[in-house]
């Protein structure tokens, strides 16, 4: 990939970094506390001489923040690792010095956060407590009850609770996303939506995902659009009261979920697919009685699966979501999982 199109890659890499509450629990009886101890090596320390983290720490050094994971101000990080930045394009410290500085300096602050904080001061099988990171903005973590796994904005820790003389390390596989904005201004400047933006407002939609929600949207990309032979130009020639509305009205929910909300609450093991509330997200669709469309984690392998189910008929249509690199954006108002599949046409959803 030539400089130009790493750029841009992470410019919206930047406008995407992180941040919902839906379900709570208690904490946890036996709360475990950050207390100083013997380990002499700064959080900033720890990274420098951590090969896995070496894109990491040269954004720290790029944005002048390496002087405060070396302080003696305790704080929390989660780092992206370097197979986190490649998965995005960025593959070297030439990569990182392309990128907009002030950009990635909010970037990282979204992966901070002022005091020492321990996976055992999360709530335990609770979705998306949220905590202010030291960009001012609301970061959603959540703890499975099955796995004691970490999840920050959706994204699992593969190293959690790593304590240093200065605070508290976390490591991230996946980079977060966070767009600044609501749910309709991210579609709105993500090109490769162009097809589905056009049929939410066509159909009535549109307006909705600028109010406070909060919303999770599936959202076909473009080629899902082409692949059934659907233009801009055929999209604006539908007559939306032709059609039922299961045609777009299932890719919008009136709730905020991460795919690893699914885990969190319901757990990794027994994945029944749509007749429970275990491992499903299953929502009615507004004004078409038969139908409703969800999202469920398909068997042992845990793919997350879009759906549409006629509750009459007991009919599925289904697709798998993204890769994880394209799951998980988060806005001021809701998060957006892509989806590589259109999955009816206007000739399958006609009254």
Not at 162 to 186: M, S
Request: aromatic share 12%.
């Amino acid at each position: 990939m030539n400089r130009n199109g790493i750029y841009r890659r992470i410019l919206t890499l930047c406008a995407v970094v992180i941040p919902v509450l839906y379900f709570s629990s208690c904490a946890h009886d036996n709360l475990q506390v950050y207390e100083q101890n013997s380990e002499n090596r700064t959080i900033g320390n720890y990274i420098h001489n951590n090969f896995d983290l070496s894109l990491f720490y040269a954004a720290l050094e790029k944005t002048e923040l390496i002087d405060d994971l070396n302080s003696k101000d305790v704080i929390t990080v989660f780092a992206p690792n370097d197979k986190a930045f490649n998965a995005m394009g960025i593959y070297s410290e030439s990569d990182i010095d392309a990128l907009n500085r002030d950009s990635l300096k909010n970037m990282l602050l979204y992966c901070m956060f002022e005091s020492a904080l321990l996976k055992s001061e999360v709530p335990l099988k609770s979705i998306d407590t949220e905590y202010t990171n030291k960009a001012g903005k609301n970061v959603l973590l959540s703890v499975g009850l099955d796995d004691n796994t970490l999840y920050f904005n959706g994204i699992k820790t593969s190293y959690a609770d790593i304590v240093l003389a200065n605070g508290v390390l976390n490591i991230l596989d996946n980079l977060p996303k966070y767009r600044e904005g609501t749910v309709q201004d991210f579609l709105a400047h993500r090109t490769e939506y162009s097809c589905f933006v056009a049929a939410l407002k066509k159909f009535g939609y549109w307006d909705r995902l600028s109010e406070p929600g909060p919303w999770t949207v599936v959202a076909p990309d473009d080629q899902s659009f082409k692949a059934r032979n659907i233009s801009l130009q055929s999209i604006e020639a539908l007559q939306p009261d032709a059609y039922k509305k299961r045609l777009f009205g299932g890719y919008i929910f009136k709730t905020r979920v991460f795919v690893s909300d699914l885990l969190v609450m319901f757990g990794g093991t027994g994945y029944p697919r749509y007749g429970s509330s275990v491992n499903n997200l299953i929502v009615h669709i507004d004004g078409d009685e038969d139908m409703s469309s969800g999202i469920y984690l398909k068997e042992s392998a845990l793919q997350p699966t879009f759906f549409l189910l006629n509750q009459r008929t007991s009919a599925v249509i289904e697709s798998p979501l993204s890769s994880a690199y394209q799951i998980n954006y988060m806005t001021d108002n809701g998060v957006v999982h892509n989806i590589d599949a259109l999955l009816l046409t206007p000739t399958e959803a006609l009254k």
